[in-house]
């Protein structure tokens, strides 16, 4: 195994063209508007939703998903406590998570949501619907930007934009394939 | 067989051809759109180009960067020359664990090393995830597009695949149902792999970290639910630093399918805690192609497919006429690479017209490379004798005016005199196989030419001393 290692790195090292320039990545303008975010997200497929202040979290979620009966969050007491160590049947029945995002990208309506915010890495995945709480003096206008602020990527972490989704059966779209079903961002 | 051969099997279905045609246009149509809102698109495109020349011309440091942050975060790393290598540290990976069960999500660095029938041989359950791998998995089908991996398939063909191995109503083809069913399945499959196997869009050297982008969410379902991930990656994956994502996620799927962004980005850099993380590094022909000045530029490539959606041949031939794991005009110039012999046909299929080189968002000179290696390809001997000797005569001909002249004369009075169906006989007239040629005109261009009236002089105007 080293020895292809070896292998592999002589031949890039003799194959390798005279070095050339690293270039500076400018950080772009843009609109970082809400309003931008909110129509962009709203072409993929997700849907933003105005919170009065983070009291009212719970009661909107109410009337967003009356359906829902296993909740996960860590900014309120939901049906299902979740952690990092819970199980694969426990989370396999997660109706919606609520989880806390931390920058919202306005170009793509993407949000960045680390693993820290996450309870367990597969829980805004396996959920059925997810919800994303966003500070919406958090939102910049490109991924240059978004990649500026972050801290560092930790063990784990990814930008999410809008619901699940797939076109592999004759390019026809449809919402929900392996993840979310939907994706609501709560601005506040 | 080459590609033309392989293209008129595809071309029997007419109808099908048209909807293959124009289903890829809409998206090369969708991607236009998302790139004309972005002002600096092009500034983008050209960072991206820079970065890739850049990290090319250090690519063994980077990859030695990259080795050292990955291990200091946790995570095993392999190396493998080839593709055998390939796939004996990951059955060795997977038998470590004593697991049976194996969920995937894409990889086109799979395909090419062949991994599935290999696992499956070896007694592995190998589950692609994707639901357009899934589909051709169960019809035992190669990807016809890299991202678009059932793109020749009809609706009416899934709903019979899923009719016969998810049991769908006969005759179901809605594809929100079809979906529906693919997701119950695929649900069971994630919930009880034990190995979630990756694909790597960018491999970050200074984070140590693996990027994927997917639509759907099967590998963050995979990898998150799995005890191990293995995360395969091409030498070629390796970009220096994390805010150069900023400069390729904003091109990746704007480039694809017209998305401003894919809806997962996920960045795996550490395993979770009391779990597995293996990257394999694989090289299988890359270093190779790193050491050719004209083609070293095809390593560039984020495997975006908008090569394939604009390309006019490929639209119109499907991607299993390539075979060969990338089809396009990508693939057409990665494959001579790897078996010269085997593709010699594929840098012929093309008209040249540089389309793929003007959406490639890394500015690959697609064309120019295509071109390049019918140089290559004629030197080496590897095109057909037929096709030499033609183009061997042709640019005699074309060459001598005067044997230019005689052999126009000479055609058009052929056309005239000969029967239709030798001119037309399509054993030696290819043209001919679904077209008529033109009605010879009486005389050529320089015969008109010199019987027009000489112009008279035109005054000269006075130039200033």
């Keep these: 195994m080293s020895a292809s290692r070896d292998r592999i790195l002589a031949a890039a090292q003799a194959n390798k063209p005279d070095e050339l320039p690293l270039p500076e990545v400018p950080l772009f303008g843009g609109d970082a508007t809400a309003e931008r975010f909110a129509s962009v997200l709203a072409g993929i497929g997700g849907t933003v939703v105005w919170l009065e202040g983070l009291g009212s979290l719970v009661p909107t979620l109410q009337q967003l998903f009356p359906e829902a009966r296993n909740t996960a969050s860590p900014l309120f007491r939901g049906t299902v406590p979740v952690d990092a160590q819970t199980s694969t049947g426990i989370l396999a029945e997660i109706d919606l998570a609520v989880l806390p995002g931390e920058i919202g990208v306005a170009e793509n309506g993407a949000v960045w949501l680390p693993e820290a915010n996450m309870l367990h890495r597969a829980l805004p995945t396996i959920t059925q619907h997810l919800a994303l709480v966003l500070d919406h003096r958090r939102i910049v206008a490109t991924m240059h930007q978004a990649y500026a602020q972050l801290p560092g990527t930790g063990g784990y972490g990814k930008f999410v934009a809008g619901p699940s989704k797939t076109a592999d059966i004759e390019q026809s779209l449809v919402i929900g394939a392996h993840g979310a079903r939907s994706l609501v961002v709560l601005l506040y | ?465």
């Design chain 2, 1 to 465: 067989m080459n590609h033309a051969i392989r293209a008129d099997k595809f071309l029997l279905d007419a109808d099908r051809t048209t909807w293959h045609d124009e289903t890829l246009w809409f998206v090369r149509e969708k991607r236009d759109k998302a790139v004309y809102g972005v002002p600096e698109f092009q500034e983008l495109r050209e960072l991206a180009s820079q970065i890739k020349n850049h990290t090319l011309s250090r690519l063994d440091l980077y990859l030695q960067e990259f080795e050292a942050a990955a291990q200091a975060n946790g995570v095993h790393v392999h190396w493998a020359a080839d593709a055998a290598e390939h796939n004996a540290i990951i059955l060795d990976i997977i038998r470590q664990q004593g697991a049976t069960r194996v969920v995937k999500s894409k990889s086109m660095l799979t395909e090419e090393c062949h991994l599935n029938p290999y696992l499956i041989q070896h007694g592995i359950e190998v589950v692609d995830t994707d639901l357009g791998e899934r589909i051709i998995q169960f019809r035992d089908e190669a990807p016809s597009h890299i991202v678009l991996p059932a793109i020749h398939l009809k609706k009416e063909d899934v709903g019979d695949t899923f009719h016969t191995h998810l049991g769908t109503t006969k005759g179901e083809s809605d594809p929100q149902r079809l979906t529906e069913a693919a997701r119950q399945h695929l649900r069971a499959k994630f919930l009880a792999g034990q190995v979630a196997i990756s694909g790597v869009n960018f491999a970050i050297a200074e984070t140590g970290g693996v990027v994927v982008c997917t639509n759907e969410g099967n590998a963050d379902l995979g990898v998150n639910l799995a005890q191990v991930h293995i995360a395969a990656m091409g030498i070629e994956k390796i970009i220096p630093r994390l805010t150069d994502l900023g400069v390729f996620t904003r091109l990746l799927a704007r480039s694809a399918t017209g998305q401003p962004v894919t809806t997962y980005t996920s960045h795996f850099t550490k395993p979770a805690p009391g779990k597995e993380m293996h990257i394999v590094i694989v090289d299988n022909g890359r270093t190779q192609q790193l050491g050719r000045p004209d083609f070293r530029a095809s390593l560039k490539c984020i495997r975006c497919g908008a090569c394939m959606n604009t390309c006019p041949v490929y639209r119109r031939s499907g991607g299993h006429s390539y075979d060969f794991t990338v089809p396009g005009p990508i693939g057409a110039i990665l494959s001579p690479n790897i078996d010269m012999k085997k593709h010699a046909s594929l840098p012929f299929a093309s008209t040249l017209c540089g389309s793929c080189t003007d959406v490639c968002p890394v500015k690959i000179d697609i064309h120019t490379q295509l071109y390049k290696w019918r140089q290559v390809l004629g030197e080496a001997n590897e095109i057909p004798a037929s096709k030499k000797w033609g183009m061997k005569f042709m640019g005699r001909v074309l060459a001598s005016t005067r044997v230019y002249g005689l052999g126009g004369q000479f055609a058009r009075r052929a056309l005239r005199l000969l029967p239709h169906g030798l001119t037309h006989a399509t054993s030696f007239n290819a043209w001919a196989v679904a077209r008529e040629l033109p009605a010879p005109p009486k005389q050529s261009f320089r015969e008109w030419y010199a019987k027009q009236p000489q112009p008279a002089p035109q005054p000269q105007p006075k130039l200033p001393a």
